[in-house]
C-alpha cells in the first residue's frame, strides 16, 4: 500500500488529486517515510528559488532598485525560511491530527503529514516564481495557486481523513483559520525582526 | 410567574426587522459600491472628473459611514429587535418608536451621507459627521435603548440570555462614546469645533474610535453570533459559562486598547503601553469567544449539509480568529513601527469588517429571511455562490494589502547611505498601483457576492407577508416571578 501511495505524491497528486486522496485514505504510510521522501525535498525548494533569483537579479519591490543582498546574507536568508517552512509545516501536520479527533477523522500521522505535503505542493512548485523576485509577480502567481491548494485542503479532508463532507469542510475552515494566524504571525515577526535591526537599513 | 391570559393575541414585532434588514441590504450595496469607486480612484485618480464631491476626501467616509452607520448598525438592530423578541417572550417595548427609529435611522444615514458629499466633515475618523447631526444620533441611539431594553424589563424569562448582554453594552458603551467623542462648539450649522485639544483631542477620539470596533463591530455582532448560531445550529451555545466569562473580560480589557492607534505619537509612553499590554490581553476573551463558536458548530455539522448560511457563520469565525489575532499582533510597538501608516492596516480592517462583520450577517441574513416570509430561500445555489465570491474576494483584499503593506513599511522607512529616508511619497504610492488594481477587483467580487444576494432575497421577499408569531409560553422553571 505504502508504495502505492508513493507512485501517487509529487507529480500524480497535481493532475488527479481525488484519486491520491482515495489510495490515501486506503493506506497508513508511515510519517518519517513521506517527509524524508518527498515533503522535505518540495520544503527545499522556496528558498533555493528565492536564493537563485535574488542573486541574480536582486528583489524588486517597486519603488526602488533591485535589493542586492550579499551571498552570505541570502543563505543565512533561505536556511531561516526553509526552518520556517519546516515549522509551519511540522505545526500544520500536528495540529490536524489534533483537531481529528473533534471532526471524526482518521488521526494516522502519516496520513496528516501526506496529506499537508498534498495541498502544500502547487505552493512549493510555484514558488519557481521566486526566480524572478519582484514582489507583485510573485503575489500575481501565488494568489491562484493558493486558492487552488484551499480547494485540495476543502476536498482532500473529508476523503483522506474519512470523515463526511460537512465536518471536512468545518475542520478544513479550522485548518485555514490557523493557517491566516500562522501567516499573519509571520508578517509581525518580520516586522518586529526589522524593528529590532535585522535585515534592511530601516530609520527606527 | 404570572399566569395571566390576554383576550387579544398578541405577535412579535417582525415587520420591523424585515425592513431594517432590507435597508441594512441597501446600504451595504450602496457604501460596498463607494468603496469600489474609492478603491478605482486610487488607481484613476482623475475619475473624480474634477468633481469635489467625487474626490476620495469626501467619498472614503461615505464609504465607511455607509458600511458601519448604514449597513451595520441597521442589521444590528434588526438581530436585535427579532432575538430581543424571542429571548425575552414577549413582542417589542414601544413598537411604535422602533418604527419611527427604524426609519428615523435611514434617513439619517442618507442625509448624514450626503452632508459628507458637501463637504462637511468634523475630520474626525469615523465621527465625521458634523454637530446636528450627532444630536440625531444621540436621540435615536437613546430610542433604540428605550425599545430593547424596555423589551428586557418586560421579559417573561428570568434569566438574560449571553446575546442580549453584549447588545446591551453595544448601546451603553456607544451612547457614551458619542457623546463625549463628540463635544463640540458649534460656530454654524454646518461646523463646529471639538472641545478637546492636541494629544488630549487624539486620545479621546481613539477611546472612541477603537471602542466603536470594540463595541459596535466586534461586541454587538458577537450578540448576533450568540444567538444565531446556536439557533443555527440547533445546539445550546458550547459553553454558557465561558460566554458569560469572556463577555465581562471583553468589556473590561477592550475600553483601555485605544491608545495603541497613536503609539509613538505626542501623547505620554506610559499610556501608548498600556494601550498596547491591553490590547494584548484582550486576545483572551476575544478567542474564547471563538472556542466557543467553534465548538458550538463542530457539533451541528450535518447541518451544513442543507444550509448555505451556516458556512457563512463558519468562515466569519475563522476571520474573526484571524482579526482579533492580527489586531493585538499590530498593537505592539516594535511591529507598529513598521506596520502604521501602510496598507496593512487597510487589509486588517477588511479582513475583519468582510470577513467578519459582513459574513456573520450574510450568514444570520439568508437564516432571517426565509423564516421572517415562511418560505424556503429562493436559490441556495445563488447563496453557495455568493460564499465562494465572498471567500475569494476577501482573501484577495487581504493577501494585496498584506503585500502591499510591507513592501510600503520597508520602503516608508528605508535609509540611504547618507542616512536620509531613501525614498519620496509619490514615487512609493505609484508602485503601490499593481496591489490596488488587485484591491479593487477584490472589492468587485465581494460587491458582486452582495448583489447576489440582495436579489436572492427580493425574489425571497417579494409579494410575501411577514409570518406572524406568537410569544411560546414560558416553562414555570425559568419564568418571571
Not at chain 2, 475618523?125 to 430593547?148: K, M, N
Not at chain 2, 485639544?197 to 454587538?220: C, E, K, P, R
Not at chain 2, 459582513?358 to 426565509?370: D, H, R, V
Amino acid at each position: 500500500m505504502e508504495e502505492k501511495i508513493s507512485r501517487y505524491l509529487l507529480f500524480r497528486t497535481l493532475y488527479e488529486p481525488k484519486i491520491t486522496f482515495e489510495v490515501l485514505a486506503e493506506t497508513d504510510p508511515s510519517a518519517w517515510r513521506v517527509f524524508s521522501s518527498y515533503s522535505v525535498w518540495l520544503l527545499l525548494l522556496p528558498p533555493l528559488f528565492s536564493w537563485i533569483g535574488a542573486y541574480n537579479f536582486g528583489w524588486r519591490l517597486g519603488a526602488s532598485e533591485p535589493l542586492v543582498l550579499t551571498p552570505a546574507t541570502l543563505t543565512l536568508i533561505s536556511i531561516a525560511y526553509f526552518l520556517t517552512l519546516l515549522f509551519g509545516f511540522y505545526s500544520t501536520a500536528v495540529i490536524s491530527r489534533w483537531m481529528a479527533s473533534t471532526y471524526g477523522a482518521s488521526s494516522s500521522f502519516g496520513r496528516h503529514v501526506a496529506l499537508i505535503t498534498i495541498v502544500g505542493q502547487p505552493l512549493a512548485l510555484a514558488s519557481v516564481a521566486h526566480l524572478f523576485p519582484n514582489v507583485f509577480f510573485n503575489v500575481v502567481v501565488m494568489i491562484p495557486v493558493m486558492i487552488w491548494s484551499m480547494y485540495l485542503l476543502y476536498t482532500g479532508i473529508p476523503v483522506a481523513l474519512q470523515t463526511p463532507p460537512e465536518r471536512g469542510m468545518l475542520m478544513a475552515s479550522s485548518l485555514v483559520g490557523w493557517l491566516l494566524v500562522a501567516a499573519v504571525s509571520l508578517l509581525g515577526l518580520t516586522m518586529g525582526l526589522w524593528a529590532a535591526g535585522f535585515g534592511p537599513a530601516l530609520g527606527v | 410567574m404570572s399566569s395571566e391570559m390576554t383576550t387579544q393575541p398578541q405577535y412579535y414585532h417582525d415587520e420591523i426587522v424585515k425592513r431594517l434588514v432590507q435597508f441594512s441590504v441597501a446600504w451595504a450595496v450602496l457604501a460596498m459600491a463607494a468603496g469600489v469607486f474609492v478603491a478605482a480612484e486610487l488607481l484613476w485618480p482623475t475619475l473624480d472628473m474634477g468633481q469635489p464631491w467625487l474626490s476620495f476626501g469626501r467619498l472614503r467616509p461615505l464609504h465607511t459611514n455607509g458600511i458601519i452607520f448604514g449597513f451595520g448598525v441597521s442589521a444590528l438592530m434588526a438581530t436585535a429587535f427579532y432575538s430581543v423578541q424571542r429571548t425575552s417572550h414577549v413582542p417589542l417595548f414601544a413598537p411604535k418608536l422602533a418604527w419611527f427609529l427604524c426609519y428615523a435611522w435611514q434617513l439619517l444615514v442618507l442625509s448624514g451621507g450626503l452632508s459628507l458629499l458637501a463637504g462637511m466633515n468634523t475630520t474626525k475618523e469615523y465621527a465625521e459627521l458634523e454637530w446636528p447631526f450627532d444630536i440625531a444620533i444621540a436621540l435615536l441611539w437613546v430610542s433604540f435603548g428605550i425599545v430593547f431594553f424596555g423589551t428586557i424589563s418586560r421579559r417573561k424569562i428570568r434569566p438574560i440570555y449571553i446575546s442580549n448582554w453584549f447588545y446591551g453594552a453595544l448601546i451603553i458603551v456607544i451612547a457614551m462614546l458619542h457623546i463625549v467623542n463628540n463635544l463640540e462648539l458649534p460656530v454654524t450649522w454646518t461646523k463646529s469645533y471639538s472641545l478637546y485639544a492636541g494629544a488630549q483631542d487624539a486620545i479621546v477620539q481613539w477611546w472612541y474610535g477603537h471602542n466603536a470596533v470594540g463595541f459596535l463591530l466586534t461586541g454587538g455582532f458577537l450578540g448576533m453570533l450568540y444567538y444565531f448560531l446556536p439557533k443555527h445550529a440547533g445546539r445550546p451555545i458550547w459553553s454558557y459559562k465561558l460566554s458569560v466569562v469572556a463577555f465581562w473580560a471583553f468589556t473590561y480589557s477592550y475600553i483601555w486598547a485605544g491608545p495603541h492607534h497613536l503609539h509613538y505619537n505626542a501623547i505620554p509612553e506610559w499610556v501608548q503601553s498600556l494601550g498596547m499590554v491591553m490590547s494584548l490581553v484582550l486576545l483572551a476573551p476575544s478567542w474564547a469567544t471563538l472556542i466557543n463558536g467553534v465548538m458550538t458548530v463542530s457539533s451541528a455539522w450535518e447541518k451544513l449539509k442543507t444550509d448555505p448560511a451556516l458556512k457563512f457563520i463558519v468562515l466569519s469565525l475563522a476571520f474573526y480568529g484571524l482579526a482579533t489575532f492580527e489586531g493585538p499582533m499590530m498593537a505592539i510597538r516594535s511591529v507598529n513601527v513598521v506596520s502604521h501608516f501602510t496598507d496593512w492596516t487597510i487589509g486588517h480592517v477588511h479582513s475583519g469588517a468582510l470577513g467578519w462583520n459582513a459574513m456573520i450577517t450574510y450568514g444570520t441574513f439568508y437564516y432571517l429571511m426565509p423564516r421572517l416570509v415562511g418560505t424556503e430561500l429562493y436559490s441556495k445555489r445563488l447563496a453557495n455562490v455568493h460564499f465562494w465570491l465572498a471567500l475569494a474576494g476577501t482573501m484577495l483584499y487581504i493577501i494585496a494589502m498584506w503585500a502591499a503593506g510591507v513592501s510600503q513599511g520597508l520602503l516608508w522607512l528605508s535609509l540611504d547611505e547618507t542616512g536620509e529616508l531613501a525614498f519620496g511619497f509619490r514615487d512609493i504610492m505609484s508602485s503601490m498601483a499593481p496591489y490596488y488594481g488587485l484591491r479593487l477587483l477584490a472589492g468587485l467580487i465581494f460587491l458582486g457576492g452582495t448583489l447576489l444576494m440582495a436579489y436572492n432575497f427580493y425574489m425571497t421577499t417579494r409579494s410575501r407577508k411577514t409570518v406572524k408569531v406568537e410569544p411560546p409560553v414560558v416553562d414555570p422553571a425559568f419564568g418571571v416571578v
